[in-house]
């Protein structure tokens, strides 16, 4: 999840194929919305984007295919309708990102852990070099050894979930950093299809039906287009 937020944050400043990979979404099967050429060979050609399993063995999925042009209006009017209140969304986004993005409690936990860590494996030295010393039972000792084995185990996964859950919420602040920057900077409302507004500000958009399309901002905020 980490890398997808970053990958999200930091997509740039373009347009076309690449700035609507892995963000329209068909809102039946979940899968992804791809590109696809039509009248590849006449005056007629235009690219389409539609769900890549539409018509995968076994896929019922009704959900209707969007021009690029489409999209690009969608986003321009949800757009507006975040910066006509930029004032007050930026104030919730704060508030919300202070609540949702604290790691203090998880800190301490880590924290926690990693005492632990230092003591068993401190007692596993211990128990090593006492071995090496002085002959011991080697049942006792190898029962003792795998308790104290188990016990870092343990504790090893329970950090590795603490630390994975501080990443996210870390880079979950830095969605939301970037989003409140953004919208500090917008001074006006937009006219035309802005690549680096788009991948500073949309998350995923969700299509159910031609009069149902949602765009899903990084500060959790869902603009129904229709």
Known sequence: MQAELYRRQNIGRYSGVGAFSS?????ECGGWYGAKVWHSN?????????CNKKYAKGCKC?????????????????ANELFSEKDEIIANTKAMMNLVCNTDELDKALGDCIAELNIIAEQMQSAISENSRVTLNQNEYEERYSELTERYNTIKARYDELTER????KAQRELFKGFIQTLEKQGT??????????????????????????????????????
């Not at 963000?23 to 809102?27: A, F, P, Q």
């Not at 006449?42 to 539609?50: G, L, N, T």
């Not at 009704?62 to 949800?78: N, R, S, V, W, Y």
């Not at 501080?166 to 919420?169: A, F, N």
């Open 166 to 169: 501080i990443d996210g919420k």
């Open 42 to 50: 006449d005056k007629y050609r235009k690219v389409i984007y539609q």
């Open 62 to 78: 009704k959900t209707p295919h969007i021009t690029e042009d489409e999209i690009k209006g969608l986003f321009i009017k949800a």
């Open 23 to 27: 963000i329209l979404k068909c809102g």
């Open 189 to 226: 409302l937009i006219e035309e299809f802005d690549g680096g507004l788009w991948s500073s500000l949309v998350q995923e958009v969700v299509i159910n039906a031609k009069d149902d399309i949602r765009l899903i901002f990084k500060n959790g905020i869902e603009i129904i287009t229709r």
